[in-house]
């Protein structure tokens, strides 16, 4: 039985990556456990590791759900000097999606469910559990 994951990002400059993803995440990391090393619980169970080191090009992407796809693309294009980044969907799939890059050349990205019903029921799940 799995019960949590993380997932760790690599990054060359370590204080210029963390300003990047506490930027992206839109608060600041949880744990520092040590030097060149932070986390965060993006959601319960979930966490994003940041690591000192050579970044693992084209691995990924890791997307995350968001609520307004085209609101957070255009935050992240301002916010962070994201370049322009297309919004792809497919009448097969409940969701539209995108990618993008960090300064690193991480693949990192955002998902939006289509059904906003399935979206509030996702939401509601999810924080039910998170209290249990």
Request: charged content about 30%; hydrophobic content about 40%; proline content about 3%.
């Amino acid at each position: 039985m799995f019960f949590e994951m993380t997932v760790q990002i690599r990054v060359s400059d370590f204080q210029k990556g963390l300003q990047w993803y506490k930027t992206l995440l839109k608060r600041e990391a949880e744990l520092i456990p040590h030097d060149g090393f932070v986390e965060w619980e993006v959601i319960s169970g979930c966490w994003l590791q940041l690591s000192v080191g050579v970044p693992a090009k084209g691995s990924g992407p890791l997307r995350l759900a968001v609520k307004d796809l085209e609101a957070e693309r255009e935050r992240v294009m301002k916010e962070l000097c994201v370049e322009y980044f297309e919004i792809h969907s497919r009448e097969e799939v409940g969701a539209k999606w995108a990618t993008f890059m960090d300064p690193w050349e991480n693949q990192i990205g955002f998902f939006e469910y289509i059904d906003k019903q399935e979206e509030k029921e996702r939401i509601q799940l999810l924080n039910k559990n998170q209290s249990n």
